[in-house]
């Protein structure tokens, strides 16, 4: 069956980076465009990043551009989300996504939380 798992969360400080990456089985990876999204407590979850299959055409949430780079690496079928220049409202729990066959899968997530 389809699984993703999330890791590489945890604090950072104002500024700092973190890379997450999302492992995926069950599905032929390369095929399926993947995505980035996050909660924040008592917000809805919203998108972040997506990147196609075959062509990695890449979208990102205004909030990110230019500080996230989403990225994908099929041999290992693994999709990342680089996050560099990270500030406090980047705090949520950010969950890898992929919509296969029609129907949308998720990860369990990762807290990812910036503070000093």
């Known amino acids: 069956q389809v699984r993703l798992v999330e890791s590489g969360g945890g604090l950072v400080q104002p500024g700092g980076s973190l890379r997450l990456s999302c492992a995926a089985s069950?599905?032929?990876?390369?095929?399926?465009?993947m995505s980035w999204y996050r909660q924040a407590p008592g917000k809805e979850r919203e998108f972040v990043a997506s990147?196609?299959?075959?062509?990695?055409?890449?979208k990102y949430a205004d909030s990110v551009k230019g500080r996230f780079t989403i990225f994908r690496v099929d041999a290992s079928y693994t999709v990342y989300l680089q996050m560099n220049a990270l500030k406090p409202e980047d705090t949520a729990r950010y969950f890898c996504?992929?919509?296969?066959?029609?129907?949308?899968?998720w990860g369990q997530g990762t807290q990812v939380t910036v503070s000093s």
């Open positions: 069950g599905f032929f990876f390369s095929s399926y465009d």
């Open positions: 996504q992929a919509n296969v066959m029609g129907r949308r899968y």
């Open positions: 990147i196609a299959s075959g062509d990695g055409v890449t």
